[in-house]
């Protein structure tokens, strides 16, 4: 089994510094009796070191102890900019996101933190953002786009995925299912992105360099939101820990990319078709420039295209993995949703099997994507998951004006906001007294129907308003097709005694990943 999670080992000069400020702490500690702590000139900056580990439980602790407030302040160190205002309200959320969405912008620190992913979707704000969500909507809503993205994930399916779990099957050996989805979400992204196929997922498990630098620019990114930004910049000027690593990854990951952008110039130049991410960026730079309307940030230049592509890939990915993993936990631990899920996947099977001309439909079985949309058990079940295990679990903006929440809270210039989806989904006063069970059921109405929860506040997955996720769909598409593609073939048996908790990361990981032993099943 291989394992890519290498072990992390922050530098000296913060361990140093984190023991200083935390022995002033005690010292000149303000009030013993609060929930979380905000120690004078440092805020709560040893709070947030000390549960960086467990920072959402953390979070959700505090929020289940406010009991239907919703909301709460808490101050970072008075010499750095942290302050930041916590919020699950729906009604809060839905006014940051939807209602004065120009009020909340991601802000210069986000983009200084994120600096690796430069000008991409992901962090620039205003003009630069709308010029870059348009070419993004016009490249994800293309049918041929759709198309690629079903076709495709069919193929690593069939010809990647089912054969590599069969064989763990033969063998009776113990996989990380966790690495499995985590592999799969790469072959897709990198094929929806930039049209190639890196083969990462297949039995051999092989190495691959882009996707550990990857990786390793994901963890410096959580620790630049943890440390105070003087702290991390002086690990990057004297190429020191985390930051040293990243930048070297950054070689990597610049140097793949530029490649796969003068790669496909050179195979559009000689006309060659394709409807990947990247091709179509190409095509609506260049008719942008030559028609002149706007020269904010596309320039005909191949940077441009890497800040675009590189944030376009990252978003998808891990999202997609995290959203897929906790997922299969989910259905694993509740044995009926699993049977209900098989149930409709077997009726699928039959109305296929009966549809001239036949195909021989023998083990193992994989399914079209487009023909798992129309399931509305498995559509809840994923809801239902990405409810509990939100893969993007904190989201978090700036304020440009003062202004009064829609819960009372005043916010001012400078705070920061976090949004936690995480809690969101674990409030009693928002979900109901079983809020913390898997249960699909609360997505279908009495008449069979899907319940759109997608469309209001109280669901901010793949967050609101003009920011929403623009991969939603392909989420669903892919999610849905890794989930047919496992559960119809295999029975997974979830290892006992692990600990299943969510890893410091942006994106919700499992710590330890997810060990499972599976069984090939019989289709009859
Ligand atoms: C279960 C899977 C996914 C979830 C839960 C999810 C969730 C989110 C969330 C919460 C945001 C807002 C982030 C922010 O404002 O900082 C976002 C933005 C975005 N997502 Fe997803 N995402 C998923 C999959 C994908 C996929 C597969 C793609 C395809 C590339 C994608 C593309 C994007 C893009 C381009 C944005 C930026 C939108 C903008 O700022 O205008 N996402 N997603």
């Known amino acids: ?92 959320i839905e006014y940051i996101l939807k209602t004065d969405f120009d009020n909340f912008p991601k802000g210069p620190d986000f983009m200084q933190i994120f600096d690796p ?3 991409g979707i992901l962090t620039v704000d205003s003009d630069a953002w709308k010029v870059l969500r348009r070419m993004a ?18 193929k690593i399916a069939e010809e990647q995925l089912v ?18 989805c985590a592999r799969f979400t790469f072959d897709v992204n990198m094929n929806a992105a930039f049209g190639v196929h890196e083969n990462y997922l297949s039995t051999e498990l092989p190495s691959n360099d882009f996707a550990e630098a990857t990786e390793q620019v994901q963890k410096a990114l959580l620790y630049r939101h943890i440390l105070p930004m003087f702290l991390w910049k002086l690990m990057r000027v004297f190429n020191i820990g985390w930051e040293k690593e990243t930048t070297k990854a950054l070689k990597i990951i610049d140097a793949h990319i530029y490649q796969l952008i003068s790669q ?33 940030p596309t320039k005909n230049d191949d940077k441009f295209l890497r800040d675009t592509m590189f944030s376009l890939f990252l978003a998808g990915k891990d999202a997609l993995a995290s959203g897929l993993i906790w997922f299969f936990w989910l259905v ?21 099997k009966r549809e001239p001309p036949q195909e021989t439909h023998g083990w193992p079985y994989v399914f079209d994507a487009r023909d798992l949309s129309e399931l509305i058990y498995l559509h809840a079940a994923i809801c239902e ?11 978090s903006k700036t304020v440009l004006k003062e202004v009064v929440l829609p819960d009372g809270s005043l916010v001012k210039p400078g705070m920061q906001i976090i949004i936690s989806s995480y809690a969101v989904g674990r409030m009693s006063w928002i979900w109901g007294e079983d809020c913390r069970k898997f249960k699909p059921e609360r997505w279908i109405d009495d008449d069979g129907r899907l319940i759109r929860h997608e469309n209001m506040s109280k669901f901010v997955t793949f967050n609101l308003g003009p920011r929403t996720c623009l991969g939603k769909d392909m989420a669903f598409t892919q999610i849905k097709a890794v989930a047919a593609a496992i559960l119809f073939n295999f029975h997974v048996e979830v290892l006992g005694g692990q600990v299943i908790v969510p890893k410091p990361a942006i994106t919700l990981h499992m710590e330890n990943g997810l060990k499972v032993k599976l069984r090939k099943r019989v289709i009859c």
């Open 385 to 395: 998951s990405l409810r509990l295990y939100p893969p993007v679990p904190l989201n």
């Open 332 to 352: 694993s631990k509740t044995p009926a949703a699993e049977a209900k899920i098989f149930e409709e996947l077997k009726v699928l099977y039959s109305s296929k």
């Open 163 to 180: 054969p590599l779990l069969a064989h763990v099957a033969e063998t009776g050996s113990i996989i990380d299912l966790q690495e499995v």
């Open 264 to 296: 496909k110039r050179s195979d559009l130049f000689q006309g060659i078709k394709s409807f990947d991410l990247l091709s179509s960026h190409i095509k609506t730079q260049a008719q942008m420039v030559s028609t002149n309307i706007s020269s904010l």
């Open 1 to 92: 089994m291989v394992n890519l999670s290498k072990s992390f080992t922050p530098a000296a000069i913060f361990l140093g510094l984190f023991i200083f400020f935390f022995s002033v702490g005690i010292f000149l500690k303000k009030n013993s009796k609060a929930i979380y702590q905000n120690w004078l000139f440092i805020g709560s900056l040893p709070t947030i070191i000390r549960n960086s580990k467990r920072l959402l439980k953390g979070v959700n602790g505090i929020f289940i102890s406010l009991d239907g407030r919703g909301s709460f302040f808490i101050n970072g160190p008075i010499f750095s900019k942290l302050k930041y205002f916590v919020t699950c309200h729906p009604k809060n």
């Open 117 to 119: 992913l430069g000008d």
């Open 137 to 154: 909507h016009t490249a994800f809503i293309a049918s041929e786009f759709k198309d690629l993205l079903s076709n495709m994930s069919r």
